[in-house]
Nanobody, 125 residues
Framework: VQLQASGGGLVQAGGSLRLSCAAS????????IGWFRQGPGKEREFVAA?????????YYEDSVKGRFTISRDNAKNTVYLQMNSLKPEDTAVYYC??????????????????WGQGTLVTVSS
């Protein structure tokens, strides 16, 4: 599966952005999709994941709970990350990633087999 992340940009603190992760390839609905981010000088970290069963049941890193929502549209082979109430500390390159089926280790970078190219989100104060 190939992934293409988009939707990043510059936004003021308190604003919103919606990231998209478009996938090509077969059996998209069977993949767990995760969003990760990497800020300046930091390691890549987990943001959110949605299971292969789809819908809006998401799993989130604590700092984004209540602000970010992950969802998927299997008919469009796309996963979305709606980001509200953005903060300067959310500034990072955001990556989407895919792993086959679901697993309890969804928050770990090493659990994913396929990665998109990343999209830059900059939140100004």
């Amino acid at each position: 599966v190939q992934l293409q992340a988009s939707g990043g940009g510059l936004v003021q603190a308190g604003g919103s952005l919606r990231l998209s992760c478009a996938a090509s390839g077969r059996s998209f609905s069977r993949y767990t999709i995760g969003w990760f981010r990497q800020g300046p000088g930091k390691e890549r970290e987990f943001v959110a994941a949605v299971s292969s069963s789809g819908g809006t049941t998401g799993y989130y890193e604590d700092s984004v709970k209540g602000r970010f929502t992950i969802s998927r549209d299997n008919a469009k082979n796309t996963v979305y990350l709606q980001m509200n109430s953005l903060k300067p500390e959310d500034t990072a390159v955001y990556y989407c990633a895919a792993r086959w089926l679901w697993g309890t280790r969804y928050m770990y970078v090493g659990e994913y087999d396929y990665w998109g190219q990343g999209t830059l989100v900059t939140v100004s104060s």
